[in-house]
Antibody, heavy 115, light 110 residues
Framework: EVLLVESGGGLVQPGGSLRLSCAAS????????MSWVRQSPGKGLEWLAC????????YYVDSVRGRFTISRDDGRNSLYLQMNSLRAEDTGVYYC????????WGQGTVVTVSS | QSALTQPASVSGSPGQSITISCTGT?????????VSWYQQHPGKAPKLLIY???NRPSGASNRFSGSKSGNTASLTISGLQADDEADYYC??????????FGGGTRLTVL
């Protein structure tokens, strides 16, 4: 069974940083691209970033490029999202998902950016 | 990278069929056969229903079907059931090597 479990969310002040993690199991993690997607309160889904196998290429949406960094550790079957210079509009549920066109999703971790 | 356009809401009675549209541009929906559809119940993670325009993942109900014409993709749900009441999102690969989602459609089963 494919399982994705996010962690690392919480309350952070504007301008602060946070690092999200996603532990993957039930499939060959290193064989798959992985993505982060967020959902702002009461809003729709927004794709944020994707990392290719072996981390050789990374792709970002314009709104987070330069502030967020996606990375992976295939030895730990883990995906990460380093978020810097956080803004109020970054508040939301952050999902880890398998693939560039996601097929499996985690349950999400909540990030709140507020003073 | 504008969101794909979906109707805010649709409704139907049990047993009926409904269709949700997803309109983009030639740089996303119209340019690639990489449209996916997701179902999301309140407080839950999205669930994949359709990928690459019309393919169903294993385990997905055959009451869900996808199609595309030009810059518009569509999701059809036949034999509506109470549990189909949820939010539905489309997504598409784009020429900028990103993924873009639609704004979402709330389905109400009357």
């Amino acid at each position: 069974e494919v399982l994705l479990v996010e962690s690392g969310g919480g309350l952070v002040q504007p301008g602060g940083s946070l690092r999200l993690s996603c532990a993957a199991s039930g499939f060959s993690f290193s064989d798959h691209r992985m993505s982060w997607v967020r959902q702002s309160p009461g809003k729709g889904l927004e794709w944020l970033a994707c990392i290719k196998q072996y981390g050789e290429e990374k792709y970002y949406v314009d709104s987070v490029r330069g502030r967020f960094t996606i990375s992976r550790d295939d030895g730990r079957n883990s995906l990460y999202l380093q978020m810097n210079s956080l803004r109020a509009e970054d508040t939301g549920v952050y999902y880890c998902a398998r693939g560039f066109k996601p097929d499996y999703w985690g349950q999400g971790t909540v990030v709140t950016v507020s003073s | 990278q504008s969101a794909l356009t979906q109707p805010a809401s649709v409704s139907g009675s049990p047993g009926q069929s409904i269709t949700i549209s997803c309109t983009g541009t030639s740089s996303d929906v119209g340019g690639y056969d990489y449209v996916s559809w997701y179902q999301q119940h309140p407080g839950k993670a999205p669930k994949l229903l359709i990928y690459d325009v019309y393919n169903r993942p294993s385990g997905a109900s055959n009451r869900f079907s996808g199609s595309k014409s030009g810059n518009t993709a569509s999701l059809t749900i036949s034999g509506l059931q109470a549990d189909d009441e949820a939010d539905y999102y489309c997504s598409s690969y784009t020429s900028s090597v990103t993924l873009v989602f639609g704004g979402g459609t709330r389905l109400t089963v009357l």
